[in-house]
């Protein structure tokens, strides 16, 4: 019982460092966004995201231990994704610089559902129900999230997927244009 609670106090730490990377990740997505539910919806999570941190707190404190970080390399590679996604969104159409963002935030979506119910199932199997309570609080939030993103992305798909046939028409078109004046001269 001892290591099974160890092992929770550590993916606790993980789950901690990696909400403290996504209170500053979250305001440059938000500021990144194009669409406006897209962005209320990143700045929103921010706000659950504060909320994360103090129940991690918590749930160190009811565990008799102090609140401690531990390096997330995963969420580091997912924050540095979505950085990525952002710079590159600055040579894209909206819609598809909004498409990469939200893509990027949805893998940090399910690293913090599989973290969360990871923790909550050790929290349960050691009888420490109050633990276990604020993780699937969180818990839920994320998966949220998850079906807010979902939900948010597809009429911008649909506005994305309608731009490109024309797009490359156009495209075709000024190129055949082009072809054709070249013969003649
Ligand atoms: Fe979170
Ligand atoms: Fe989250």
Avoid: W
């Avoid at 941190?53 to 924050?79: D, I, N, W, Y």
């Amino acid at each position: 019982m001892q290591e099974v609670q160890e092992l929770l106090i550590e993916e606790m730490q993980d789950l901690l460092h990696a909400e403290h990377q996504l209170v500053k990740a979250l305001p440059k997505m938000a500021k990144a966004a194009h669409d406006p539910k897209l962005q209320q919806a990143f700045e929103k999570h921010l706000e659950e995201t504060q909320g994360h941190v103090h129940r991690l707190e918590q749930a160190f404190e009811l565990l008799g231990t102090k609140p401690k970080s531990k390096v997330c390399k995963g969420m580091q590679g997912l924050v540095e994704e979505g950085q990525e996604k952002i710079t590159e969104g600055k040579q894209k159409e909206q819609s598809i610089a909004d498409l990469g963002l939200a893509g990027a935030a949805q893998k940090v979506e399910h690293y913090e559902i599989s973290g969360y119910g990871t923790a909550r199932t050790l929290a349960e199997k050691i009888g420490q129900s109050k633990v276990a309570k604020l993780l699937s609080e969180t818990l839920s939030e994320e998966e949220k999230t998850d079906k807010l993103l979902t939900q948010l992305c597809a009429p911008i798909l649909d506005e994305a997927s309608q731009q490109n046939p024309d797009e490359k028409e156009e495209a075709a078109t000024s190129h055949a244009h082009k072809a054709a004046r070249g013969k003649g001269a």
